[in-house]
Structure formats: structure tokens, C-alpha cells
């Protein structure tokens, strides 16, 4: 098929790639514009942008959708469907008529729960069992289009965003290919209107950690966050991220650390921090973070003053 691939990030590139490798024909590559990073803040293409140009792929990368010229030019590649993951524009109406087969969305939940753009995080935040990917045939609404094909998979214990992340991404892979492979079979099934659910854009103000919080609101604000932001707290009046936690034994005043070995206590039951980064440092697990940073048994974290 004739395919125009819009996506930015890192999550976006198996998906490129599985396409390239099932003998689709990539006419069109669109993702966001450059943008400056490093030290020198020098533009920096996105992760789908320089993966698109290893693959020699045309890349297009336009600030906006909404113009009689780029709707246009898009019109013109002739596609046969459009495949959208993690793009980050809006699609205007006649963008997302071009194509033959109209725009189909790789969705990282299952639809209609998790609608919006953080459906990873606010599905490990709020406890679910398990996570999925939908591809939904896109129409003007958020995330409102019916579902063509749909596939769970459990979230872990200690699973992390970045693990289960990488694991949705690669199963929208499998999952767009065997779509496009069926696309004369499938029938699209309306979302239900019960169980719909907003996953609202990461604020950094969520990163926190109140300890007086329950063990499994923090073991799950730390695991959901991870890698970014990155739930944080204050250690010996440093401000230090927490990437990996696990539900653990133990008791007491929240915020006191209850062994060697960074359990610390919260308003019901305990946490373990297993992995942990100082500003300007890499991440660590928490043997090697408490070599260089010592915390006590009896030590109480989360006060800035230490």
C-alpha cells in the first residue's frame, strides 16, 4: 500500500520500521520540526525524523496541517491510508480524508479508556491491570474513532512507563501490520460510551512524592513517572529523582527510612526504592546510589532542609 507515516517520537520508530520491512511503500514521512537541544542548542531532529533519513525516506516535517498548501500537498502523495502514532498536530478534516483508507491511530490504551496524551503513565498511576494498543480509524474527535483491532497486555508489578512503553510500542508494530493486511475485512467497532476516561498531559507538579500518601499510590506515582519527569524527592536536602520502586513490609512515620537498604515508610505500608538519580548524575540502583549518598536507618527524606 501506498503509506504516508506521520510520527515524532522514540515510540513512533518500530512502528516506521515494521512498515519499511512488511513491503508498504512509505511515499511520505511527517513528523514535528527540529528542535534545539545539547549545549550548543543546536536543532536536534526528532527520533522518527533521523531514523526516516537512515531509511532514505522523504521527510516532512510542517509547523501546522491547517493551511490550503499543506493540505494539499498532502492530498497530492495519493495515499492509500495514512499511519499516525505519537505525531503531536492535530489533523484537519480534509488530512484526514486524503487518504483512501482515511487515518488510522495507533493508541497506546484500550480505547475508550485513556483517551488523550498520557496513556501509559495514567494507566500504571491509577493501578490498572493491564494495558493495550488500539488502532482506530481517526476521525475529529480525541481519540473518539471506532476500533479496528484491539490487544491487552498486563501491566507488571514493578513495571515501569519505560518498560511498559517499549513493549506497547512494539506491539503496535505488530498490530498496525496485520491491520493494513486485513483492512478489507476489518469492521469498525464503536467506542462504547461507558468507561470513558482522559489521560491529561504530565504535569511536573504531580512529581512529588508525599509520603503521607499510601504505599501503592507512591510505588505507582514513582513506576508511572519513570523515566519522565521522574518522581522526586528530597534526600540530605538534595532533590533526587526515584525511577523504580517496589511495594515492601514495614511501618512508621512517613518519609522514615526503615532499614539499610531505602525502604522508607509512607501513610500506610512501605516502599523500597530500587533505582535513583542525583541532579547531574546517572541513574542508579540503590545499592550503588547508597555507596556515594549514605541514608541511615531512622533518616527522614522529603524535607528540603535535609
Same mark, same amino acid.
Given at each position: 500500500?501506498?503509506?504516508?507515516?506521520?510520527?515524532?517520537?522514540?515510540?513512533?520508530?518500530?512502528?516506521?520500521?515494521?512498515?519499511?520491512?512488511?513491503?508498504?511503500?512509505?511515499?511520505?514521512?511527517?513528523?514535528?520540526?527540529?528542535?534545539?537541544?545539547?549545549?550548543?542548542?543546536?536543532?536536534?531532529?526528532?527520533?522518527?525524523?533521523?531514523?526516516?533519513?537512515?531509511?532514505?525516506?522523504?521527510?516532512?516535517?510542517?509547523?501546522?496541517?491547517?493551511?490550503?498548501?499543506?493540505?494539499?500537498?498532502?492530498?497530492?502523495?495519493?495515499?492509500?491510508?495514512?499511519?499516525?502514532?505519537?505525531?503531536?498536530?492535530?489533523?484537519?478534516?480534509?488530512?484526514?480524508?486524503?487518504?483512501?483508507?482515511?487515518?488510522?491511530?495507533?493508541?497506546?490504551?484500550?480505547?475508550?479508556?485513556?483517551?488523550?496524551?498520557?496513556?501509559?503513565?495514567?494507566?500504571?498511576?491509577?493501578?490498572?491491570?493491564?494495558?493495550?494498543?488500539?488502532?482506530?480509524?481517526?476521525?475529529?474527535?480525541?481519540?473518539?474513532?471506532?476500533?479496528?483491532?484491539?490487544?491487552?497486555?498486563?501491566?507488571?508489578?514493578?513495571?515501569?512507563?519505560?518498560?511498559?512503553?517499549?513493549?506497547?510500542?512494539?506491539?503496535?508494530?505488530?498490530?498496525?501490520?496485520?491491520?493494513?493486511?486485513?483492512?478489507?475485512?476489518?469492521?469498525?467497532?464503536?467506542?462504547?460510551?461507558?468507561?470513558?476516561?482522559?489521560?491529561?498531559?504530565?504535569?511536573?507538579?504531580?512529581?512529588?512524592?508525599?509520603?503521607?500518601?499510601?504505599? &501503592? &499510590?507512591?510505588?505507582?506515582?514513582?513506576?508511572?513517572?519513570?523515566?519522565?519527569?521522574?518522581?522526586?524527592?528530597?534526600?540530605?536536602?538534595?532533590?533526587?529523582?526515584?525511577?523504580?520502586?517496589?511495594?515492601?513490609?514495614?511501618?512508621?512515620?512517613?518519609?522514615?527510612?526503615?532499614?539499610?537498604?531505602?525502604?522508607?515508610?509512607?501513610?500506610?505500608?512501605?516502599?523500597?526504592?530500587?533505582?535513583?538519580?542525583?541532579?547531574?548524575?546517572?541513574?542508579?540502583?540503590? &545499592?550503588?546510589?547508597?555507596?556515594?549518598?549514605?541514608?541511615?536507618?531512622?533518616?527522614?527524606?522529603?524535607? &528540603?532542609?535535609?
Amino acid at each position: 500500500m501506498r503509506v504516508i507515516f506521520m510520527g515524532t517520537p522514540e515510540f513512533s520508530v518500530p512502528v516506521l520500521d515494521a512498515l519499511v520491512q512488511s513491503g508498504h511503500e512509505i511515499v511520505a514521512v511527517y513528523c514535528q520540526p527540529p528542535r534545539r537541544a545539547g549545549r550548543g542548542k543546536k536543532d536536534r531532529p526528532t527520533p522518527v525524523h533521523a531514523r526516516a533519513e537512515a531509511l532514505g525516506l522523504p521527510v516532512r516535517h510542517p509547523t501546522s496541517l491547517k493551511s490550503p498548501e499543506e493540505q494539499e500537498a498532502f492530498a497530492e502523495l495519493k495515499a492509500d491510508v495514512a499511519v499516525v502514532v505519537a505525531y503531536g498536530l492535530i489533523l484537519p478534516q480534509p488530512i484526514l480524508d486524503a487518504p483512501r483508507h482515511g487515518c488510522l491511530n495507533i493508541h497506546a490504551s484500550l480505547l475508550p479508556r485513556w483517551r488523550g496524551a498520557a496513556p501509559i503513565h495514567r494507566a500504571i498511576m491509577a493501578g490498572d491491570a493491564e494495558a493495550g494498543i488500539c488502532i482506530m480509524q481517526m476521525e475529529a474527535g480525541l481519540d473518539t474513532g471506532p476500533v479496528l483491532l484491539r490487544r491487552a497486555t498486563p501491566i507488571g508489578g514493578d513495571e515501569t512507563t519505560d518498560a511498559l512503553h517499549d513493549r506497547l510500542s512494539q506491539m503496535g508494530a505488530d498490530l498496525i501490520v496485520e491491520a493494513l493486511a486485513r483492512l478489507d475485512t476489518l469492521t469498525p467497532q464503536p467506542q462504547p460510551d461507558e468507561g470513558v476516561t482522559y489521560a491529561d498531559k504530565i504535569d511536573k507538579a504531580e512529581a512529588r512524592v508525599n509520603w503521607t500518601r499510601s504505599a &501503592e &499510590e507512591i510505588d505507582r506515582q514513582i513506576r508511572g513517572l519513570s523515566p519522565f519527569p521522574g518522581a522526586w524527592t528530597w534526600i540530605d536536602g538534595a532533590r533526587v529523582k526515584l525511577l523504580g520502586s517496589r511495594l515492601a513490609h514495614g511501618a512508621g512515620t512517613p518519609g522514615t527510612v526503615l532499614d539499610d537498604a531505602l525502604t522508607v515508610a509512607c501513610g500506610s505500608g512501605a516502599v523500597k526504592l530500587t533505582r535513583l538519580q542525583r541532579a547531574g548524575k546517572g541513574a542508579q540502583d540503590a &545499592e550503588s546510589f547508597l555507596r556515594g549518598c549514605p541514608v541511615p536507618e531512622g533518616a527522614v527524606i522529603g524535607r &528540603e532542609e535535609g
